[in-house]
């Protein structure tokens, strides 16, 4: 009975798949879709967070939208909060803290909205540094990586405009000085202002104005070039680390079906629950203390959001100068928030078409590189990320210097200081890290556990550990990325016990040739080791008979593959170690 | 790369992605398919736990939600509902999936025979633009290009008609004789504050202007001002000094009064301004002093502006030192 | 050690050295400004001395009632304990010396003040007093006041020329929590921030929390403006103003948090270092554990 119908409903939806193929022809797409393969380092899943951190702001902020009211037009509270009880205030504050104190849900969605900003932003700029570390953003990616940080740029944008919207104290105080800044462009900057603003500060129309960009421009943008971003990702094909067999013209990793669907899918939900955590549990932009928004009111400890706290730092810890032309005056703040900013993103958007200039690089490249083997680059980054968290640093210099008990005047000066003198320091020193992990083999890799043979007469006798093929996945060692120097390996330090430890097997094992050496190097070792020493009982890891003999699993994707040695001493001898899938060019 | 036809081949053949991605070889393809976890059983159960925990978190979503709602909870069970199918799904994904490893082939993303191919199908165009037709399409671009210009026109109503760029844009509502009054309209009196008292004033009938906001000050009982400028002892009378609120760096209200110190702070990037010395500035990203009001006391005791101030008040612009 | 790291060592050692050397002298550059606290500026109208100009309680309109102060057995005590704790910095007659300025004309409700909370004794001349354990008792520290408002300012007879008295009663059972919201944030928290957490000023100089302040003392740090902060008149905020600012403070600073753990009221700056350190680094746990490390 129940076969039956499962039966005709298979029937009915391959019934219904042919239809759709027939009119639609998604068949062979759709498998190339299926099969895609993305690689499985977890630097990959980087972007993921913020991909999937903006559909949940999607979703979080339609229900925001059908509640919000963009009007900036007065009127007296009398809703359920006490404490603004008869209170002026524009109606997109009042509607505000009705979503958060008369909706069921409205709180918690609000503050997961925020909160997924917050990661938005973050998640970007993780992503963006492993973007630029590993030189992913190297050629064919160069337009990706402007659509990406053209991306950021509009997530910036996008955020400021929403946090905004409620009209509060905090928020409004940024409408004030995002208002100076620009108006202090030459030439246009008044006007633009006025534009944007409904007329001088503090203009008629701000919210309405910022509501439409925040919901609808900016929106659709970062959905049309997040598209594009990815488009051309799967059409460029993900890059990948070397090793495991990964070479510049194929990709190694799990498929789209069923694999990387559900590692991805189960990934979002994860990004949706840690927000949903945040969301309920960690109060955030708590309006209502705040009061609504009166330009004669200021607080002290008021920052933006962190994403902009770097250009408020800027105007910080810039000095009060301004110039002046005959009858007009470049103010103060245009340099800090306009050209530094402008300045920084040219950079960063110049950066592969410099980067390839300088090295002289124009080839394709599709292998990743790891940090450590461009010093250069490296440096250049870290030190780039230090200038930026010294500029947000100096955005908080009040909290800071009430935190730690000091004047804002000194924070602010060693800060000034510190944003000429930190970055150098540590891009050097990010620079020598990376000559020291190049200069020593074994930097970073996971040494192979040994198994402590005890013989009769209480000699002691090492073997490195037959693993089970599934730690050999983990335990498989990075490929060396081919540099310019050849590095000699520190000898292994001889046992005592000889014959032990033959040293061709450490050599084996130290400059880790083609093959990952776990079965290929213990097979020698164990032949000649323990069961020459008598009375020793044989300790190993292979399969009892019976059993299948166990198999590191990495170099069995080609289809010519030596079967050779599957002996009583386990593995297949991995004679295909030496073949094209030595990985690395 | 051996392989050069695309996935959307039109040929009709099979591509690279037709066969098994990986091997052709059964038993390795067979091993590719077992599932990762060395103990599926387990990782079963776990992954089932998730499920039902999020089958569960759903009722008292509900449940709360019926209840007049509570942020928290809301959040914590929302957080065993997304994390318990998201957790499920990676840890389905991670171990009980077909094991791998995978491998495809990248596509050719170009070759010369395509660009040569693309190059030839844009050359069918060209009669179109031949001979006297370039002239068309010279007028298309022009027309194109004005369309585009003055379909942007319409966005000059964002702005509300009568508003200019630097017309009453920073002059305030200050007059000579104005009377100084707090935020609720009542006149201030000589004896409203004590020294070392501030508060924010504006001019009768303009409580609500953004840009005639004025922090009133006493800063002593007697006249008070810069030793290199006498002239402005007129300016303050019994001790009370009149400077605008609005910051000349970003346009921040200067609230800050350090009655000790005898400084003005400004919260938002820590401005600091001289009270004694006609607000110069002394510390922080400031460029300008901030604005002083002249003060009088008229025949009632009442606090009246002297004259309007001197400048245009609040941050600088490209226009402001030719108002 | 590699030699290229110890190559490093050096120059990065002296480097941190400078770094902590010109920290330690820009913070003691601080501290010693702030000696200013103690010794009014060169300059400045002597602002601790409000003579003539001070307007005094005038009737009670609901909310802080203000009592004359009591001449008498109060005042007696009053002067032992303040030769014994004060009269160091703040001579015998409380006429001020070079450490300490004069403390007459005053009045009771900026002594009281800054004994109650324990400013006074100063712990540490070269700072801005802290808030710490009162050494006196709410008694003993009435007394004090009492005695420094007997003493008279040179030239006045009389109450007159006193600062304000200590209030008798706060009343804040007709204060509107709304309008006092409105004053405070005309008023207060540009210095002591939107949440009452205190913020900072200059030169090392800072407006307090007002976490931990009872009505009591908020009512005479109104009136009295102790250190930096302005001296707010009756004039200016009423009796029933003040009352609704007490009413409202006690609220803000133990607030609805409704949205959840509030993360210290500070704001943005704790809530993107969560963001980023809980929120990101969470998920790239999960990362870690979903993808490989290798």
């Known amino acids: ?585 | 790369m051996t392989d050069v036809r695309g996935p959307h081949d039109p040929s009709g053949a099979p591509g690279p992605s037709a066969a098994p991605i990986g091997t052709t070889d059964t038993e390795t393809y067979a091993a590719q398919l077992s599932v990762a976890a060395r103990n599926p059983k387990r990782v079963e159960l776990v992954v089932g736990a998730c499920f039902i925990l999020a089958i569960l978190s759903v009722f008292v979503l509900g449940w709360i939600y019926t209840q007049r709602g509570n942020p928290q909870i809301e959040g914590a069970m929302l957080f065993v509902l997304f994390g318990g199918i998201g957790f499920g799904m990676a840890a389905w994904g991670k171990y009980l999936m077909p094991r791998g490893p995978f491998v495809e082939e990248r596509e050719v993303l170009t070759s010369e025979a395509d660009e040569q191919a693309f190059a030839e199908t844009l050359k069918r165009g060209q009669v179109a633009i031949e001979g006297r037709r370039s002239f068309l399409l010279k007028l298309f671009l022009a027309a194109s290009g004005l369309m585009g210009a003055i379909l942007l026109f319409p966005l000059r109503s964002l702005t509300p008609a009568g508003a200019s760029a630097n017309g009453p844009f920073y002059k305030t509502e200050w007059k000579p004789g104005s009377l100084v009054v707090d935020e609720s309209n009542n006149p201030v009196h000589y004896s409203t504050l004590d020294v070392g008292g501030s508060m924010t004033v504006f001019p009768y009938g303009y409580t609500d202007s953004e840009d005639d906001q004025t922090l009133l000050i006493r800063a002593s009982l007697k006249p008070v001002a810069p030793p290199d400028q006498p002239e402005k002892l007129q300016w303050s009378p019994v001790g009370y000094l009149a400077f605008s609120k609005l910051c000349t760096h970003a346009g921040c209200p200067v609230g800050q009064y350090e009655a000790e110190y005898q400084k003005l702070l400004c919260p938002c990037h820590e401005s600091t301004f001289n009270v004694l010395d006609a607000c110069a500035v002394v510390f922080g990203p400031a460029p300008r002093p901030l604005p002083q009001l002249p003060l009088t006391l008229d025949s009632n005791g009442y606090l009246r502006a002297l004259s309007s101030y001197g400048e245009p008040v609040g941050p600088g612009f490209w226009y402001r030192d030719a108002l | 050690m590699t030699r290229r790291t110890r190559q490093m060592a050096l120059p990065a050692l002296l480097v941190m050295g400078v770094a902590a050397v010109s920290i330690v002298l820009f913070g003691s550059t601080a501290r010693a400004q702030s000696t200013g606290a103690a010794a009014p500026q060169p300059g400045a109208p002597a602002t601790t001395v409000p003579a003539g100009s001070h307007n005094h309680a005038l009737g009670n309109t609901g909310g802080t009632n203000y009592q004359d102060t009591e001449l008498g057995a109060g005042a007696a005590t009053g002067k032992q304990l303040f030769v014994q704790a004060c009269s160091s910095c703040h001579g015998t007659d409380a006429e001020g010396s070079a450490r300490a300025p004069t403390l007459v004309g005053l009045g009771s409700a900026a002594v009281d003040f800054w004994v109650i909370t324990g400013r006074m004794p100063l712990e540490i001349p070269s700072q801005q007093a802290m808030r710490k354990n009162p050494i006196f008792s709410v008694t003993q520290a009435k007394e004090i006041a009492q005695y420094v408002a007997s003493l008279q300012v040179p030239g006045y007879v009389g109450s007159v020329a006193q600062g304000p008295s200590i209030p008798g009663s706060i009343d804040l059972s007709q204060a509107n929590l709304a309008q006092g919201g409105e004053l405070f944030r005309l008023n207060c928290s540009t210095c002591h921030s939107l949440t009452a957490n205190g913020g900072a000023l200059s030169y090392g100089a800072f407006a307090p929390s007002l976490v931990p302040d009872t009505p009591l003392e908020i009512a005479e740090a109104i009136r009295t403006g102790p250190g930096n902060m302005p001296r707010f008149t009756i004039a200016q905020l009423s009796s029933q103003d003040e009352a609704d600012i007490i009413k409202y403070v006690k609220y803000i600073t133990h607030p609805q948090d409704r949205g959840g753990f509030n993360l210290g009221h500070v704001g943005p700056t704790t809530e993107g270092f969560i963001g980023i350190v809980v929120g990101v680094g969470v998920l790239m746990l999960a990362a870690f554990w979903i993808g490989d490390r290798v």
């Not at chain 1, 993780?126 to 337009?143: D, L, S, V, W």
């Open chain 1, 1 to 585: 009975m129940r076969g039956k119908a499962a039966e005709a409903g298979k029937k009915a939806a391959a019934k219904q798949g042919r239809d759709l193929d027939e009119r639609l022809g998604l068949a062979s797409a759709g498998r190339w879709m299926l099969n895609y393969i993305f690689p499985d380092h977890w630097s990959f899943m980087l972007g993921e967070i913020a991909l999937y951190s903006f559909i949940i702001l999607l979703l979080t902020g339609v229900y925001l939208a059908f509640f919000f009211v963009d009007s900036a037009h007065e009127i007296i509270y009398h809703g359920s909060y006490v404490p603004l009880q008869g209170v002026k205030m524009s109606e997109a504050y009042a509607s505000t803290l009705q979503i958060s104190f008369n909706l069921r849900a409205g709180l918690v969605i609000r503050q997961m909205h925020h909160w997924a900003a917050l990661i938005f932003i973050g998640a970007i700029g993780i992503h963006m540094c492993r973007i630029f570390f590993t030189g992913a953003f190297r050629k064919p990616r160069e337009i990706n990586w402007t659509i990406g940080l053209t991306l950021m740029i509009l997530a910036l944008l996008n955020g400021f405009f929403g946090y905004s919207l409620p009209d509060d104290l905090i928020s409004g105080g940024g409408l004030r000085i995002f208002y100076s800044v620009f108006e202090s462009i030459p030439f246009v900057g008044t006007w633009a202002m006025e534009l944007l603003y409904g007329g001088p500060y503090p203009g008629t129309a701000v919210l309405s104005h910022f509501y439409v960009i925040h919901v609808f421009i900016l929106p659709l943008v970062i959905l049309g070039l997040l598209s594009a971003h990815l488009a051309i990702i799967m059409r460029q094909h993900h890059t990948q680390f070397p090793g495991k067999g990964a070479t510049e013209t194929n990709v190694v990793g799990t498929p789209m079906w069923p694999g990387y669907m559900a590692k991805s899918g189960g990934y979002f939900f994860m990004t949706m629950a840690v927000t949903a955590l945040l969301g309920g549990l960690a109060q955030i932009n708590p309006i209502w203390l705040f009061g609504p928004y009166d330009p004669i009111r200021i607080s002290t400890f008021t920052q933006p959001d962190w994403y902009i706290g770097w250009l408020d730092g800027a105007l910080r810890l810039w000095p009060n100068w301004e110039t002046h032309f005959p009858g007009h005056i470049i103010a103060n703040t245009f340099y800090p928030a306009v050209i530094l900013p402008g300045i920084i993103f040219n950079i960063l958007y110049a950066y592969p078409f410099l980067e390839a200039k300088l090295t002289g690089d124009k080839a394709y490249h599709n292998l990743l590189q790891r940090p450590r083997d461009v010093p250069g680059r490296t440096a250049f980054g870290a030190g780039f990320l230090a200038f930026f968290f010294v500029l947000l640093l100096g955005g908080s210099e009040d909290v800071i210097a009430v935190a730690f008990d000091t004047s804002v005047q000194s924070v602010v000066w060693v800060l000034r200081v510190g944003l000429f003198a930190i970055p150098p320091i540590v891009g050097a020193v990010a620079y020598l890290l990376c000559k020291e992990l190049s200069a020593v083999p074994s930097a970073g890799k996971r040494p192979l556990a040994n198994v402590i043979v005890r013989s009769v007469d209480g000699g002691y006798a090492a073997t490195p550990v037959e693993l089970h093929p599934l730690e050999a996945e983990h335990h498989e060692e990075l490929e060396p990325a081919p540099v310019g120097h050849v590095f000699v390996p520190e000898p292994e330090p001889q046992l005592v016990t000889a014959g032990v430890v033959s040293p061709a097997s450490a050599a084996e094992r130290t400059d880790r040739g083609p093959a990952p050496a776990t079965s290929a190097a213990s097979a020698p070792v164990q032949s000649t080791s323990a069961s020459d020493i008598p009375g020793v009982r044989q300790v190993s890891r292979q399969g009892t008979p019976g059993e299948p003999a166990p198999r590191s699993g990495r170099h069995l994707f080609f289809p010519r593959r030596s079967h050779g040695g599957e002996g009583p001493n386990g593995s297949n001898g991995d004679g295909a170690g030496t073949g094209p899938d030595s990985g690395s060019d």
